[in-house]
């Protein structure tokens, strides 16, 4: 019998978060530069919350954790306090952060494809491979061309918010509902 953890909740919450942070950037795809760095700052902390969770919670059950997921957090954690912080410089730094972030993100979370395929099956598994393999390119892009990143700033984020809110919502119900 598949054992799965309680922290379907958390997954599912951040999920409908990302949605709708992705669903108002493709609205108002300008208000990146203002107001909504705040908010991406939020999520950028919080997810990072999370990836550093995942490392202590996987490395307690294992006896060692994916380093992957310990760098990411910190570096989402890094990006959110200095979009809170600076939100003026956000604006120019958002251009060098977000494809850091993307990559990292993206490795992190291709680093634990199994433990996806084994708590969610496989549909969850391919849905997370293509999108996260998707963040990689669009994080190597934006580093590549960073005219690129400045011009599509606002709809990259938007579609990718979006696809990674339903990867959390997914892997939020896969969750949800077992003991530990």
Do not use: K
Not at 11 to 26: C, M, P, S, W
Not at 40 to 60: F, H, K, Q, S, T
Not at 135 to 140: N, P, R, V
């Amino acid at each position: 019998m598949r054992r799965r953890s309680g922290f379907g909740w958390f997954d599912l919450i951040i999920g409908i978060l990302l949605v709708l942070l992705g669903i108002l950037t493709f609205v108002r795809p300008g208000m990146i530069l203002t107001g909504l760095l705040y908010l991406y700052g939020i999520i950028a902390v919080v997810m990072g919350i999370a990836d550093i969770l995942l490392y202590i919670r996987v490395e307690r059950y294992t006896g060692f954790g994916p380093i992957v997921s310990m760098v990411s957090g910190i570096l989402s954690v890094m990006a959110g306090v200095m979009l809170l912080v600076y939100p003026g410089t956000g604006v120019m730094v958002l251009s060098l952060l977000l494809p850091i972030w993307f990559i990292a993100h993206c490795i992190s979370r291709l680093s634990h494809l199994s433990m996806i395929r084994v708590v969610s099956g496989n549909g969850a598994y391919y849905f997370s491979l293509i999108l996260n393999i998707i963040g990689l390119i669009l994080g190597f892009m934006m580093i590549l061309r960073p005219w690129f990143s400045l011009a599509a700033t606002g709809w990259i984020i938007g579609l990718y918010l979006i696809l990674l809110g339903i990867d959390s919502i997914i892997m939020g119900l896969g969750n949800m509902g077992m003991r530990r």
